[in-house]
């Protein structure tokens, strides 16, 4: 990639804020926009400010337009049908979806890791509750590895759902999703996979993987907020539910009676996010011209430059494996004894450089381990050696100061 021109095509980091250029490094919360993803949406607001699917004048007829190229391009990119891919307004929704329009039995089984976030994990515990669903965590091995044997152990016929994370948000780790799906097929169960980290970050066919459904966020994929994606399979969408109805929706309604469109329409209710569609559409397009596979290789390029240098702090400790080419671009790290909020601030306040600190909407993990929190810096196509380089000298000093 050539990193020179491809920066220039982000305004956020060609900014100077008190002289310096800000250093982003919290890509897996959001990802920065890319200008031809920022004019899509502008684009929007200035010249076709309608709604889609509702009108047969100008403005409506683009937005229409817009909205199914988009469809059109996420599929493609996903190597699955067009009716496959329904829009939402984030991973969290998507997930949610699933879980509130499966028809679950008390009695049930859902499995998810130990290792998941919030979005997917609260979900099944409401279910649990309201449907007398049993739920189960499978445990990571000590390096944080899924553990694909104590997966077998609990796998069962009465499994309704698998939900697993694909790439962790905490560490970067990727779990065996293949053999995990042909485990719980071979069991007669639905896999759900939240794919918000590795939809950005790896190239995807979700008909080769064979995943049932799959869900993941545009804002981590360089595209608008309030952007979601589900991927479900054709005929196990059509047995879903909605889970919002109302307008756009439905085929037609009587005062007492209504008759559903098919999918993915169905699942699609009220005024969408028309200014999004054009901004994610230009996001992927962006992404397939870099190259998924180019994109991969750079994360763990960096990873690898980074731990190398950030072994040699002392005090510095890792979450997950050592070796960088299992965890993407993310690097979970704690300074010390230091609080992470205390170590991502002074690196703000220092450098412009931006991690995230806490627990990383996985209070499940971090209250398991005893551990308070962590800081992550999660790299992603735009990030540098150079910014690398920078960071770790400032860890340096703040590894005095603590």
């Known amino acids: 990639m050539d990193m020179e021109k491809l920066r220039q095509d982000f305004p956020a ?39 889609g699917a509702r009108g047969v004048h100008l403005f409506g007829q683009k937005v229409t337009e817009k909205h199914d190229e988009c469809r059109k391009v996420t599929a493609k990119h996903f190597g699955v049908k067009e009716k496959e891919i329904v829009f939402s307004k984030n991973a969290t929704e998507s997930l949610n979806l699933v879980y509130n329009s499966l028809d679950f039995n008390k009695g049930d089984i859902i499995i998810t890791t130990d290792k998941e976030h919030n979005s997917n994990l609260v979900p099944a515990q409401l279910v649990a509750k309201r449907k007398g669903v049993v739920h189960k965590a499978v445990k990571g091995k000590e390096d944080n590895t899924f553990d694909i044997e104590a997966f077998k152990n609990i796998v069962s016929k009465d499994v309704k759902l698998v939900s697993v994370v694909h790439t962790s948000n905490l560490d970067g780790v990727t779990n065996p999703v293949r053999e995990i799906i042909k485990i719980a097929h071979d069991a007669g169960a639905l896999v759900m996979l939240d794919g918000a980290q590795s939809a950005p970050h790896k190239s995807i066919n979700l008909k080769k993987i064979n995943a049932d459904f799959f869900a993941c966020s545009g804002h981590k994929m360089m595209g608008p907020t309030g952007m979601g994606i589900l991927f479900g399979k054709e005929k196990l969408l059509d047995k879903l539910a ?4 109302g307008g756009e929706t439905v085929e037609a309604t009587t005062v007492s009676t209504h008759k559903f469109l098919k999918p993915p329409e169905k699942f699609e209710a009220g005024l969408q996010h028309y200014a999004g569609f054009g901004g994610l559409t230009e996001a992927i397009k962006y992404l397939d011209r870099v190259g998924m596979d180019n994109i991969e290789k750079h994360d763990i390029m960096l990873n690898k430059y980074a731990t190398e240098k950030l072994f040699e702090i002392p005090g510095f400790s890792l979450i997950g494996p050592k070796d960088a080419s299992l965890r993407s671009g993310i690097i979970s790290f704690n300074i010390g004894k230091m609080n992470s909020h205390d170590v991502a601030l ?3 306040e220092n450098a412009k450089i931006m991690v995230r600190s806490g627990q990383h909407c996985m209070h499940s993990w ?13 790299l992603y196509l735009y990030n540098t050696k150079e910014e690398i380089d920078i960071f770790v000298d400032i860890l340096k000093k703040v590894q005095k100061l603590g």
């Open 13 to 51: 980091i060609q900014q100077e804020v008190k002289g310096k250029k800000p250093i982003y490094f919290d890509s897996a919360c959001m990802a920065l926009k890319p200008r031809q993803v920022i004019d899509a949406v502008v684009e929007y607001y200035e010249k076709y400010p309608g709604c």
């Open 242 to 245: 909605p889970f919002i109805a």
């Open 346 to 348: 002074i690196l703000d």
């Open 366 to 378: 971090f209250n398991a381990h005893g551990i308070e929190g962590s800081c992550r810096a999660s």
